[in-house]
C-alpha cells in the first residue's frame, strides 16, 4: 500500500476512485493489456482489510455485535460514513430527515446501505449474479417504461462471459436459457450450480406440480438455481475443457480462505469460509502487478477541470489517518484518466460536490433502486430453514413478459434464513414463544425449533424504472466530518412499481397456498416503507442496488455517459459502474456492472496504447460547488 509521499509529484496513467467491483476489475484488466501502465487507486476505506488479520477482525465484530446488520462487522467510520439501517424512518410530507448519513427529502425513504471499505459493498452484499434479461435492454422501446440503453444484450454477452470468470459463478446454462437469455454455442459456466436446498426443493414439488393462472394469463413456473458468485465444485468442462481454477485468496499469506461454500446463512453481511467472491480478490491481483499503487484512508473530495478543454486535471482527496477522527491532510492524484468508480450515489456525489452537474442536467438524476415485497409463513413440515446460503434457488417467469407495459416485473427469491429479513428471526420468534405462548424449559425449544424450521419467506425483487425526477443532490448545509458534502436523496416509487409489488403478493398467496403454507405475513403502518395501493397496505424495502445516476446513452443531451461509460463532456473521464445503467431490470445489477467494467477497460487500453488520451496541464480546478435545486 502507498503513502502520500509515494504518490506526490507523479503523473499516472490512470487514477481510480474506488476499490469495488468496478474499479476493481478495471485496473485489474488495464494490467493485463498494457504492460507499462502505472495506476493509482484511491480508496475511502480504512485500508487494513487485505490481510487475514483484517478481515478477522471483521469477523469478530460481526460475531459480538447484538444487532447483525449489512454493515456490523465494519465498524464505524466517521470520515467515509453510509447509510445504516437504524437511519431509516417515516417521512412526513415536506419534511427532511438529515439524521443519517444520506440526507432524506422523499417522499419515500431511499433506504438500503453500501459499504466504503476496501472491495466495497462485495464485502456484504449475497453474491447472486444472473445476467439481465434482452427485454432489459429495451424497456422504452418495448414498454414505453424508462429507458433504453445504447446497445443490445448481445452485444454485451461476450463480457457477461468475462464477468462471470472473474466473479468465478456457479449456475447451469440449461437452467438459465429463459425469457430470451442466450449464450454463446458451447459455453459453459466456470463452476457447477450450487446445489438446492431441501427447502427449494420442497418448494418445487408444490409450484412445478400444475399451471397457475394468474391476472387472466397462464403461467407455468419453475424453481431454477440462481447464479451465484461462491466458490462450489469446478467446473470441468469450462473454457472447452480446459475446467477452471477459482482464485480463492487474497493474500499469498493466505492458506485457508476462498474455500467452498460451507452453507452458512449469514452471506450477507459477510461469509465466514470467504467462499463468497468479493472485490478485494480482483484488486489483489492488480496490486500484485507491482504496477499499481493504492492509497487507502483517501476520500475523494473534488474533480478537478481544465476549464478550457474540460479535462480533468486531478481529483483532490482528503487523507485521514483514523477513522474515528477527522484530522486529515489534502492531496491531489494526477493522470492522464480518471475513473470514477464508486457507487451510484457515491460517483453523483462527487460530481455535483465539483460543480459538474452537466450541460444536460442529468447528474445525480434517474436515481434506482430495486424494492422489495416479502411475504412469509409456516410450512406444514419441516423445511430445513436456516440451512445453506441466503438464497440459492428463485422463480423466473416473471422476470419478463408483455404486461410490463402496465406493472412492473419481478424476480422471486426463496430465502433460506427463515424469517430473518421480514421479521428479525430468530430472536423475535424467541420472543413470541416465550411471550405469547408463555413456553419455557423442554417445551421451549420444542416449540423454537419446530418454529423456525418450517419457515419459509418469499422475497419479490421488483423494477424501477428510471424516472429523472428521483435524484441525488448535494446541498451546503449537509457535510460529514471531514467537510465534504453529503448526498441529498429525492426518492418517490411510481405505481408501475408498486402494482408489480402487489401482484407479488397475489402470487405469493397462491403459492403459498399450493404448498400448504399457513401465511404469516403482516404489513404494519409503523413500517417506514409501509404504504396503501388499491385499498391494500404492503411494506415495501429498498434493496441496496444504487443505479442510474449518470446514466448512458446515445447523445449528450439526453445521457450522462456514452457506450463506453466515458463522459460527454469530460473526454478523459469515465464515471462507471451500476450509476451508467439505464434500467436495471430484475436481476441483481453486479454481473452486468462487472461486465461493462470489462467493456470499459478495453476502450480505455486502446486510447492509452494509441496515446489518444491528452496529458491534461496540472494545477486547474474545477468550480465552486453550490447548491443543487
Same mark, same amino acid.
Given at each position: 500500500?502507498?503513502?502520500?509521499?509515494?504518490?506526490?509529484?507523479?503523473?499516472?496513467?490512470?487514477?481510480?476512485?474506488?476499490?469495488?467491483?468496478?474499479?476493481?476489475?478495471?485496473?485489474?484488466?488495464?494490467?493485463?493489456?498494457?504492460?507499462?501502465?502505472?495506476?493509482?487507486?484511491?480508496?475511502?476505506?480504512?485500508?487494513?482489510?487485505?490481510?487475514?488479520?483484517?478481515?478477522?477482525?471483521?469477523?469478530?465484530?460481526?460475531?459480538?455485535?447484538?444487532?447483525?446488520?449489512?454493515?456490523?462487522?465494519?465498524?464505524?467510520?466517521?470520515?467515509?460514513?453510509?447509510?445504516?439501517?437504524?437511519?431509516?424512518?417515516?417521512?412526513?410530507?415536506?419534511?427532511?430527515?438529515?439524521?443519517?448519513?444520506?440526507?432524506?427529502?422523499?417522499?419515500?425513504?431511499?433506504?438500503?446501505?453500501?459499504?466504503?471499505?476496501?472491495?466495497?459493498?462485495?464485502?456484504?452484499?449475497?453474491?447472486?449474479?444472473?445476467?439481465?434479461?434482452?427485454?432489459?435492454?429495451?424497456?422504452?422501446?418495448?414498454?414505453?417504461?424508462?429507458?433504453?440503453?445504447?446497445?443490445?444484450?448481445?452485444?454485451?454477452?461476450?463480457?457477461?462471459?468475462?464477468?462471470?470468470?472473474?466473479?468465478? &459463478?456457479?449456475?447451469?446454462? /440449461?437452467?438459465? *436459457?429463459?425469457? $430470451?437469455?442466450?449464450?454463446?454455442?458451447?459455453? @459453459?459456466?466456470? =463452476? !457447477?450450480?450450487?446445489?438446492?436446498?431441501?427447502?427449494?426443493?420442497?418448494?418445487?414439488?408444490?409450484?412445478?406440480?400444475?399451471?397457475?393462472?394468474?391476472?387472466?394469463?397462464?403461467?407455468?413456473?419453475?424453481?431454477?438455481?440462481?447464479?451465484?458468485?461462491?466458490?462450489?465444485?469446478?467446473?470441468? &468442462?469450462?473454457?472447452?475443457? /480446459?475446467?477452471? *481454477?477459482?482464485? $480463492?485468496?487474497?493474500?499469498?499469506?493466505?492458506? @485457508?480462505?476462498? =474455500? !467452498?461454500?460451507?452453507?452458512?446463512?449469514?452471506?450477507?453481511?459477510?461469509?465466514?469460509?470467504?467462499?463468497?467472491?468479493?472485490?478485494?480478490?480482483?484488486?489483489?491481483?492488480?496490486?500484485?502487478?507491482?504496477?499499481?499503487?493504492?492509497?487507502?484512508?483517501?476520500?475523494?473530495?473534488?474533480?478537478?477541470?481544465?476549464?478550457?478543454?474540460?479535462?480533468?486535471?486531478?481529483?483532490?482527496?482528503?487523507?485521514?489517518?483514523?477513522?474515528?477522527?477527522?484530522?486529515?491532510?489534502?492531496?491531489?492524484?494526477?493522470?492522464?484518466?480518471?475513473?470514477?468508480?464508486?457507487?451510484?450515489?457515491?460517483?453523483?456525489?462527487?460530481?455535483?460536490?465539483?460543480?459538474?452537474?452537466?450541460?444536460?442536467?442529468?447528474?445525480?438524476?434517474?436515481?434506482?433502486?430495486?424494492?422489495?415485497?416479502?411475504?412469509?409463513?409456516?410450512?406444514?413440515?419441516?423445511?430445513?430453514?436456516?440451512?445453506?446460503?441466503?438464497?440459492?434457488?428463485?422463480?423466473?417467469?416473471?422476470?419478463?413478459?408483455?404486461?410490463?407495459?402496465?406493472?412492473?416485473?419481478?424476480?422471486?427469491?426463496?430465502?433460506?434464513?427463515?424469517?430473518?429479513?421480514?421479521?428479525?428471526?430468530?430472536?423475535?420468534?424467541?420472543?413470541?414463544?416465550?411471550?405469547?405462548?408463555?413456553?419455557?424449559?423442554?417445551?421451549?425449544?420444542?416449540?423454537?425449533?419446530?418454529?423456525?424450521?418450517?419457515?419459509?419467506?418469499?422475497?419479490?425483487?421488483?423494477?424501477?424504472?428510471?424516472?429523472?425526477?428521483?435524484?441525488?443532490?448535494?446541498?451546503?448545509?449537509?457535510?460529514?466530518?471531514?467537510?465534504?458534502?453529503?448526498?441529498?436523496?429525492?426518492?418517490?416509487?411510481?405505481?408501475?412499481?408498486?402494482?408489480?409489488?402487489?401482484?407479488?403478493?397475489?402470487?405469493?398467496?397462491?403459492?403459498?397456498?399450493?404448498?400448504?403454507?399457513?401465511?404469516?405475513?403482516?404489513?404494519?403502518?409503523?413500517?417506514?416503507?409501509?404504504?396503501?395501493?388499491?385499498?391494500?397496505?404492503?411494506?415495501?424495502?429498498?434493496?441496496?442496488?444504487?443505479?442510474?445516476?449518470?446514466?448512458?446513452?446515445?447523445?449528450?443531451?439526453?445521457?450522462?455517459?456514452?457506450?463506453?461509460?466515458?463522459?460527454?463532456?469530460?473526454?478523459?473521464?469515465?464515471?462507471?459502474?451500476?450509476?451508467?445503467?439505464?434500467?436495471?431490470?430484475?436481476?441483481?445489477?453486479?454481473?452486468?456492472?462487472?461486465?461493462?467494467?470489462?467493456?470499459?477497460?478495453?476502450?480505455?487500453?486502446?486510447?492509452?496504447?494509441?496515446?489518444?488520451?491528452?496529458?491534461?496541464?496540472?494545477?486547474?480546478?474545477?468550480?465552486?460547488?453550490?447548491?443543487?435545486?
Amino acid at each position: 500500500m502507498a503513502e502520500p509521499g509515494d504518490i506526490a509529484g507523479k503523473e499516472y496513467d490512470v487514477v481510480v476512485i474506488g476499490s469495488g467491483v468496478s474499479g476493481a476489475i478495471i485496473v485489474n484488466e488495464l494490467t493485463k493489456m498494457l504492460k507499462g501502465i502505472r495506476a493509482l487507486v484511491l480508496d475511502a476505506g480504512p485500508g487494513d482489510d487485505l490481510t487475514m488479520g483484517g478481515y478477522d477482525s471483521y469477523m469478530n465484530r460481526f460475531y459480538s455485535a447484538v444487532f447483525k446488520g449489512g454493515n456490523s462487522p465494519y465498524g464505524v467510520n466517521l470520515n467515509a460514513s453510509t447509510p445504516v439501517e437504524t437511519d431509516f424512518r417515516p417521512l412526513q410530507y415536506g419534511q427532511t430527515d438529515a439524521s443519517g448519513y444520506v440526507v432524506q427529502r422523499g417522499p419515500v425513504v431511499l433506504d438500503g446501505t453500501y459499504t466504503r471499505v476496501t472491495g466495497g459493498t462485495t464485502l456484504h452484499w449475497q453474491g447472486n449474479i444472473p445476467r439481465m434479461l434482452p427485454e432489459d435492454f429495451e424497456m422504452r422501446s418495448r414498454y414505453g417504461r424508462g429507458a433504453d440503453w445504447p446497445f443490445r444484450y448481445s452485444d454485451l454477452m461476450p463480457y457477461y462471459d468475462r464477468a462471470e470468470c472473474e466473479l468465478g &459463478a456457479s449456475a447451469d446454462v /440449461a437452467e438459465q *436459457e429463459y425469457h $430470451g437469455v442466450a449464450f454463446r454455442p458451447g459455453y @459453459e459456466f466456470p =463452476m !457447477r450450480k450450487m446445489p438446492a436446498t431441501y427447502l427449494d426443493r420442497i418448494v418445487a414439488e408444490g409450484v412445478e406440480a400444475s399451471s397457475f393462472v394468474l391476472d387472466g394469463a397462464v403461467y407455468d413456473l419453475k424453481v431454477r438455481g440462481i447464479p451465484q458468485a461462491r466458490n462450489g465444485i469446478p467446473n470441468p &468442462a469450462y473454457d472447452g475443457g /480446459a475446467g477452471y *481454477e477459482p482464485f $480463492g485468496s487474497v493474500s499469498a499469506h493466505q492458506d @485457508e480462505t476462498g =474455500m !467452498r461454500c460451507q452453507g452458512n446463512t449469514n452471506c450477507t453481511p459477510i461469509c465466514p469460509a470467504q467462499a463468497k467472491y468479493d472485490a478485494r480478490r480482483t484488486m489483489w491481483k492488480a496490486m500484485a502487478s507491482g504496477r499499481v499503487d493504492f492509497l487507502p484512508r483517501a476520500v475523494a473530495s473534488r474533480v478537478q477541470i481544465d476549464a478550457a478543454t474540460g479535462c480533468v486535471t486531478g481529483i483532490e482527496f482528503k487523507r485521514y489517518e483514523s477513522p474515528a477522527a477527522p484530522a486529515h491532510t489534502v492531496g491531489v492524484a494526477r493522470g492522464r484518466v480518471y475513473i470514477l468508480a464508486a457507487n451510484a450515489i457515491e460517483n453523483a456525489r462527487l460530481m455535483l460536490a465539483s460543480g459538474l452537474s452537466g450541460k444536460s442536467g442529468l447528474v445525480g438524476r434517474n436515481l434506482m433502486n430495486h424494492v422489495y415485497l416479502f411475504a412469509w409463513g409456516l410450512m406444514p413440515r419441516i423445511a430445513g430453514a436456516m440451512r445453506g446460503t441466503q438464497g440459492t434457488s428463485g422463480i423466473e417467469e416473471l422476470r419478463g413478459g408483455a404486461f410490463r407495459k402496465d406493472r412492473a416485473a419481478f424476480h422471486i427469491d426463496i430465502i433460506n434464513n427463515g424469517w430473518t429479513y421480514a421479521t428479525g428471526a430468530p430472536y423475535s420468534d424467541l420472543e413470541e414463544v416465550v411471550d405469547g405462548l408463555n413456553k419455557f424449559g423442554r417445551s421451549l425449544r420444542v416449540s423454537l425449533t419446530d418454529r423456525v424450521a418450517r419457515q419459509v419467506l418469499l422475497a419479490f425483487m421488483v423494477d424501477v424504472p428510471a424516472d429523472a425526477n428521483n435524484r441525488i443532490t448535494v446541498d451546503g448545509r449537509y457535510v460529514d466530518a471531514l467537510g465534504n458534502w453529503r448526498p441529498v436523496a429525492s426518492y418517490a416509487l411510481p405505481d408501475y412499481s408498486i402494482a408489480g409489488a402487489a401482484f407479488g403478493r397475489e402470487v405469493s398467496r397462491r403459492l403459498f397456498q399450493r404448498l400448504g403454507v399457513k401465511d404469516s405475513t403482516k404489513y404494519s403502518p409503523l413500517d417506514y416503507g409501509y404504504m396503501f395501493f388499491n385499498g391494500e397496505g404492503l411494506t415495501l424495502n429498498g434493496g441496496n442496488h444504487f443505479s442510474g445516476t449518470h446514466m448512458m446513452g446515445l447523445s449528450p443531451g439526453a445521457s450522462v455517459v456514452d457506450a463506453k461509460q466515458r463522459s460527454w463532456e469530460h473526454r478523459n473521464l469515465f464515471l462507471t459502474g451500476s450509476g451508467s445503467m439505464p434500467s436495471i431490470g430484475t436481476s441483481n445489477p453486479t454481473l452486468t456492472l462487472a461486465a461493462l467494467g470489462m467493456m470499459t477497460a478495453e476502450e480505455i487500453a486502446k486510447e492509452l496504447a494509441g496515446s489518444a488520451i491528452p496529458v491534461t496541464s496540472a494545477g486547474a480546478r474545477g468550480t465552486e460547488p453550490s447548491e443543487a435545486s
